[in-house]
T-cell receptor, first 115, second 114 residues
Framework: AQSVTQLDSQVPVFEEAPVELRCNYS??????LFWYVQYPNQGLQLLLK??????LVKGINGFEAEFNKSQTSFHLRKPSVHISDTAEYFC?????????????FGTGTQLKVEL | SQTIHQWPATLVQPVGSPLSLECTVE??????LYWYRQAAGRGLQLLFY??????ISSEVPQNLSASRPQDRQFILSSKKLLLSDSGFYLC?????????????FGPGTRLLVL
């Protein structure tokens, strides 16, 4: 069974400050990991994903994440946030089904960027 | 380019009434299709997925059902809504079958059952 833990339900941060959103996963097999962002009353948009290879993954809007197998983590970072980054962020792990992949999501982290 | 549509955007329904939410994808063929429900503070829960017409897999026992009458159409239904069915329903699609595929989400339908 797979699971994803996002320990921080809310993260307040000032504009232009760095931010890290934490994600830990558990899985008995090789994993594919994803970060999605959700703006208010909208669907989810892919930020980045880790499939294999380099453990540092760069995504859209200046975000990056690092896959750490020994710590089973996939934390999301941005060196300088903007007001427009205020949104909810979801970490997810993929489970291959033989026909499409199933995503198991964490409970989300609400990032609130303040002036 | 591919686009995904969901309607209605918002729905308020009384307890015990039926439900039909529709999702359509344009610009691709034979997509994998998914229905998720998002409840406050609980992340997203996969309800159903489909890899082809008429092929539906249910993830959790519940008051809902899904159908895929056409290649790019996915419908979520209920005969009698419960209060606990309230939430934000998201449809998604992907291509391929290797587990690495990105899922692309629709704009969602907010359902309030009173």
């Amino acid at each position: 069974a797979q699971s994803v833990t996002q320990l921080d339900s809310q993260v307040p941060v000032f504009e232009e400050a760095p931010v890290e959103l934490r994600c830990n996963y558990s899985s008995s097999v090789s994993v594919y990991l994803f970060w999605y962002v959700q703006y208010p009353n909208q669907g989810l948009q892919l930020l980045l994903k880790y499939l294999s290879g380099s453990t540092l993954v760069k995504g859209i809007n200046g975000f990056e994440a690092e896959f750490n197998k020994s710590q089973t983590s996939f934390h999301l970072r941005k060196p300088s946030v903007h007001i427009s980054d205020t949104a909810e962020y979801f970490c997810a792990v993929s489970r291959f089904t033989g026909g499409g992949n199933k995503l198991t999501f964490g409970t989300g982290t609400q990032l609130k960027v303040e002036l | 380019s591919q686009t995904i549509h969901q309607w209605p955007a918002t729905l308020v329904q009384p307890v015990g009434s039926p439900l039909s939410l529709e999702c359509t994808v344009e610009g691709t063929s034979n997509p994998n299709l998914y229905w998720y429900r998002q409840a406050a503070g609980r992340g997203l829960q996969l309800l159903f997925y489909s890899v082809g017409i008429g092929q539906i897999s249910s993830e959790v026992p519940q008051n809902l059902s899904a159908s895929r009458p056409q290649d790019r159409q996915f419908i979520l239904s209920s005969k009698k809504l419960l209060l606990s069915d309230s939430g934000f329903y998201l449809c998604a699609w992907s291509l391929g079958s290797r587990g690495q595929e990105t899922q692309y989400f629709g704009p969602g339908t907010r359902l309030l059952v009173l």
